[in-house]
């Protein structure tokens, strides 16, 4: 998304994850989406690649994510894994075991 023009601040719940995203010169830091406190209608678009399958609440990430939306934008998700069995057999451990990033975009102003 930097690549095409676009403004890209991510957050991750993993510092390995964050070091690397920061060595692609990305803007991302080791908080989550709550704790960044994202204000409302601020982003053209919101993507989440292999994130979702690992929230204990996904639904409430979703509102979360669809409110920092501004009318109109986009909320494209990836997701190889549709019912995670690894999340049941791990649990907690599963959430916090993975290293995913969540990326926020904002089209550049010309």
């Given at each position: 998304m930097k690549q095409l023009g676009c403004d890209v601040v991510?957050?991750?719940f993993d510092?390995?994850?964050a070091v690397t995203a920061h060595e692609f010169g990305l803007?991302?830091?080791l908080w989550s989406l709550y704790e960044r406190g994202f204000a409302r209608a601020t982003?053209?678009?919101v993507m989440m690649g292999h994130v979702?399958?690992?929230l204990p609440?996904?639904?409430t990430t979703l509102r979360e994510c669809l409110s920092t939306l501004k009318p109109g934008g986009q909320l494209p998700m990836l997701t190889?894994?549709?019912d995670p069995g690894g999340q049941r057999h791990f649990g907690r451990e599963w959430v916090a075991s993975t290293r995913r990033i969540t990326s926020t975009s904002s089209r550049r102003q010309a």
């Open positions: 991510g957050v991750a510092g390995e994850a803007d991302v830091g982003f053209d678009a979702i399958e690992h609440g996904p639904k190889s894994n549709a």
